[in-house]
């Protein structure tokens, strides 16, 4: 499985962003997946996850804010980021297959290239 993230970019304080990550392979519909974000000089944090039955985590201050969702005939996840704040500045990752069964665990097997997300004050 291969996966492409992309669609981040710079947006002011209270905008909107939405991240797409494609992947390639027909197991992408039987994976967890998940979007984690790393800022500068911060760990890797996970943001959320949605499961191959539909389920889905988010981190608590991602909660109500943004929305993971999944095309199983695309291959494709999405991320929704609404009213973005300065503290989501980072480079968003999409990953597949937890390797760990925690879900927030940043132990895939997949992971993408990346996308930046800038958000200014």
């Known amino acids: 499985v291969q996966l492409q993230a992309f669609g981040g970019g710079l947006v002011q304080a209270g905008g909107s962003l939405r991240l797409s990550c494609v992947a390639s392979?027909?197991?992408?519909?039987?994976?967890?997946v998940a979007w984690f974000r790393q800022a500068p000089g911060k760990e890797r944090e996970f943001v959320a996850a949605?499961?191959?039955?539909?389920?889905?985590y988010y981190a608590d201050s991602m909660k109500g804010r943004f929305t993971i969702a999944r095309d199983s005939t695309k291959n494709t996840a999405y991320l929704q980021m609404n009213n973005l704040k300065p503290e989501d500045t980072a480079i968003y990752y999409c990953?597949?297959?937890?390797?760990?069964?925690?879900?927030?665990?940043?132990?895939?097997?997949?992971w993408g290239q990346g996308t930046l997300v800038t958000v200014s004050s």
């Open positions: 990953a597949a297959q937890s390797l760990s069964g925690s879900y927030s665990n940043p132990t895939y097997g997949y």
């Open positions: 392979g027909r197991a992408f519909r039987s994976y967890t």
């Open positions: 949605n499961t191959w039955s539909g389920s889905t």
